[in-house]
């Protein structure tokens, strides 16, 4: 017999509870909603809750904003499949808004406005529950023709605590969480503000951090991955090195894709032997990747987590192993009264240090072809300083 072929719809609301269930936290849905303010060109993102009643989480950005048009699109599932991607677009698999909205509403619903132009808006609305009683794929449509350009998100019920000292907490974990995210963006121009209040950046991972060793770069998959390793100072109380949750939390790699951060540390499967355990919380890895490489990286739907590939784990292996031995044998001085402030022409820093973003080892490093050589040498350079 001939086989014959059948459409096998997904059910909405199972698809939809599927995608919400991908992974999401607090910080990790509300980030990604904040993607896509800065996909549309967003140089302002507000957040918003409001306790009262059962609570209303909104998140509103002063971005291009959709149509009627493009607001329907935008409420499909994987618009954006096969599509090619531009090198700063955060966006994963078109289903950001949709998961990322329902994972926060304990009440299956959100609403959503915009405007492409002001005073053409449009407005729509996702009720899991309609979607239920209906078995299709619903959403309500509106015209919004009072908007100003830009778009913004109304989640019902959010999953916020209601009672104002835990919800406070709450949002200042959530604050601190987009602080470093976003940190990269927030210093090219992106004002996040959470309950009024405009966050600063919070760069984990900047030379410019008192005290940080920043070490030689590399490139690794074709010249598509750049790596930057730190060794964060012995000693230190500046919660600015430390970040949000401590130097232990944060230590490993920080993986940034298009500028924003996929992990804020962990070892993506490495781990740490015995031997360097006690240097490990003073190290931390910078990877750099573009959108491009989502798959081989295996970027997960919530962008909160992602796996190294086969191909450069030996390397990244290697790399990790030697920025820990250095950690190791590197100790900064307790802190004492400077004789003097440090320049900047200076070659070297606090513990015999030789500072890798030294405009005189830059230059060097740029005109070489063996990076690694050159780091070797200054590791000599500075072992022998130590015992001269």
Request: glycine letters at 10%.
């Amino acid at each position: 017999m001939t086989p014959r072929e059948i459409e096998v719809a997904p059910h909405p609301v199972g698809t939809l509870e599927a995608l919400a269930g991908g992974g999401y936290t607090l910080h990790s849905a509300v980030a990604d909603l904040v993607d896509n303010a800065i996909d549309a060109g967003a140089r302002h993102v507000s957040i918003q809750y409001d306790p009262t009643a059962a609570g209303t989480l909104t998140i509103q950005d002063d971005g291009q904003g959709l149509t009627e048009a493009g607001l329907i699109q935008a409420m499909q599932i994987g618009t954006r499949h096969g599509t090619a991607r531009a090198a700063g677009d955060l966006g994963r698999f078109g289903t950001g808004l949709k998961a990322a909205a329902l994972y926060l509403s304990r009440g299956g619903r959100f609403h959503v406005s915009s405007a492409a132009t002001p005073g053409e808006g449009a407005a729509v609305r996702l009720d899991t529950a309609r979607m239920q009683e209906t078995g299709r794929w619903l959403i309500s449509v509106e015209a919004a023709p009072h908007l100003p350009t830009g778009t913004t998100l109304l989640i019902d019920r959010p999953m916020i605590a209601t009672d104002s000292e835990t919800a406070s907490a709450a949002l200042q974990a959530l604050a601190a969480h987009l602080r470093c995210v976003f940190s990269t963006h927030m210093v090219r121009g992106l004002t996040l503000s959470v309950q009024g209040r405009t966050l600063e950046p919070w760069r984990l991972c900047d030379a410019d951090l008192p005290e940080m060793v920043t070490l030689s770069q590399r490139r690794l998959g074709g010249g598509r991955v750049l790596i930057t390793p730190f060794i964060l100072p012995t000693h230190t109380d500046d919660p600015m090195i430390e970040g949000p949750q401590g130097r232990r939390a944060h230590a490993g790699f920080h993986v940034h894709r298009a500028g924003r951060a996929i992990t804020l540390g962990g070892w993506l499967g490495l781990g740490v032997g015995k031997q360097h355990r006690k240097a490990s919380d003073r190290v931390r890895l910078l990877v750099e990747i573009d959108p491009g490489l989502d798959q081989i990286w295996r970027i997960n739907l919530s962008k909160s987590a992602c796996t190294v590939p086969d191909a450069l784990r030996p390397t990244l292996r290697k790399l990790l192993d030697d920025v820990l031995e250095r950690a190791g044998k590197q100790r900064s001085p307790r802190r004492r009264a400077p004789s003097r402030t440090p320049s900047p022409d200076d070659l070297w820093v606090a513990g015999n240090m030789i500072r890798r973003d030294h405009p005189l080892v830059q230059q060097v490093r740029d005109h070489s072809g063996a990076p690694d050589a050159l780091e070797q040498l200054l590791v000599r350079l500075e072992q022998e300083g130590r015992h001269g």
